[in-house]
C-alpha cells in the first residue's frame, strides 16, 4: 500500500481534445489509472471520465511518478485502434531524464529482457530466462553538475523499462524512489522523468499527430 496524496492543481492540463481523443500532461504523483480500492480511484482516466466522458478508457498508461503526455481515448473506436497502435509499436515517444553521474558516451541502447521482481514488486529486473525484450535507446544531450540529462527512446513498452535500464548503464534516474541509490534519490525533489513527446495516426482522420509538454524540471 501506497500513501497517496495526488496533485489536485491542475486538475487536467489538456494539451488537445476532440471527440475521439484527449491528450493530457500527466503531472507527477498520479496515476495514469485507477488502482485498487477506492482511495486509488483518483488518476488521469478517473479525472477525464469525469469531465463528462464515460466512455474514455486506457490505451497506454504512465507510472505514477512519471510525468508528460498520455493519450486518452473517448470512445470505443479510439480505444480500438490506439490499443493497437501501442500493441504494434507504431506509436513514437521520447522521454527527458536527468541521470546520476557524467555518461561518457554519446548515444547508445540498451538491450536487456526485463520480468517482474516477485519478491519486490512492483520493481522489475533483468531477466535472461523468464525475461521479456524490452530495448531502449538514449542520447546525452548535457551534463551539468555531475549528472546527465538524456534524450530516452523506448522501442518496446515494458514496465518500469527506462529506470531499469538507467540504472543497469550505472546512472539511475534522480529521484528514482525505486531503484536509484541514496545520493541519486536525494538529488531530486521526485522522479526526473517525463514523457516529452508523443506521436501516433489520429484515430478518425487517419492523420500522424504528435504532442509534446515541457518537463517539470529544469533542462
Known amino acids: 500500500?501506497?500513501?497517496?496524496?495526488?496533485?489536485?492543481?491542475?486538475?487536467?492540463?489538456?494539451?488537445?481534445?476532440?471527440?475521439?481523443?484527449?491528450?493530457?500532461?500527466?503531472?507527477?504523483?498520479?496515476?495514469?489509472?485507477?488502482?485498487?480500492?477506492?482511495?486509488?480511484?483518483?488518476?488521469?482516466?478517473?479525472?477525464?471520465?469525469?469531465?463528462?466522458?464515460?466512455?474514455?478508457?486506457?490505451?497506454?498508461?504512465?507510472?505514477?511518478?512519471?510525468?508528460?503526455?498520455?493519450?486518452?481515448?473517448?470512445?470505443?473506436?479510439?480505444?480500438?485502434?490506439l490499443s493497437r497502435q501501442?500493441?504494434?509499436r507504431e506509436t513514437d515517444k521520447h522521454?527527458?531524464?536527468?541521470?546520476?553521474?557524467?555518461?561518457?558516451?554519446?548515444?547508445?541502447?540498451?538491450d536487456l529482457?526485463?520480468?517482474?521482481?516477485?519478491?519486490?514488486?512492483?520493481?522489475?529486473?533483468v531477466d535472461f530466462t523468464e525475461g521479456r525484450h524490452a530495448l531502449t535507446l538514449w542520447q546525452k544531450l548535457k551534463v551539468d553538475n555531475g549528472c546527465t540529462l538524456v534524450k530516452l527512446t523506448p522501442i518496446t513498452g515494458r514496465s518500469h523499462q527506462l529506470r531499469v535500464?538507467?540504472?543497469e548503464l550505472g546512472h539511475p534516474i534522480l529521484g528514482d524512489n525505486l531503484y536509484a541509490h541514496p545520493q541519486a534519490l536525494a538529488a531530486a525533489p521526485h522522479l526526473y522523468l517525463h514523457a516529452a513527446r508523443l506521436a501516433f495516426t489520429h484515430p478518425r482522420s487517419g492523420e500522424r499527430v504528435a504532442f509534446e509538454a515541457a518537463p517539470p524540471f529544469a533542462l
Open 165 to 167: 535500464h538507467m540504472l
Open 95 to 110: 522521454y527527458l531524464a536527468w541521470v546520476w553521474g557524467e555518461m561518457s558516451e554519446e548515444c547508445g541502447q540498451v
Open 86 to 88: 501501442f500493441r504494434e
Open 1 to 81: 500500500m501506497i500513501d497517496y496524496h495526488p496533485p489536485k492543481e491542475p486538475w487536467l492540463e489538456i494539451l488537445h481534445k476532440d471527440r475521439d481523443i484527449m491528450v493530457v500532461n500527466k503531472p507527477t504523483g498520479l496515476l495514469s489509472v485507477p488502482g485498487r480500492g477506492a482511495e486509488y480511484e483518483d488518476s488521469v482516466l478517473w479525472r477525464v471520465q469525469q469531465e463528462g466522458f464515460p466512455r474514455a478508457a486506457a490505451a497506454h498508461r504512465l507510472d505514477m511518478a512519471t510525468s508528460g503526455v498520455i493519450v486518452i481515448p473517448l470512445n470505443p473506436n479510439a480505444h480500438r485502434e
Open 113 to 125: 529482457p526485463l520480468c517482474v521482481d516477485w519478491p519486490n514488486r512492483p520493481k522489475q529486473k
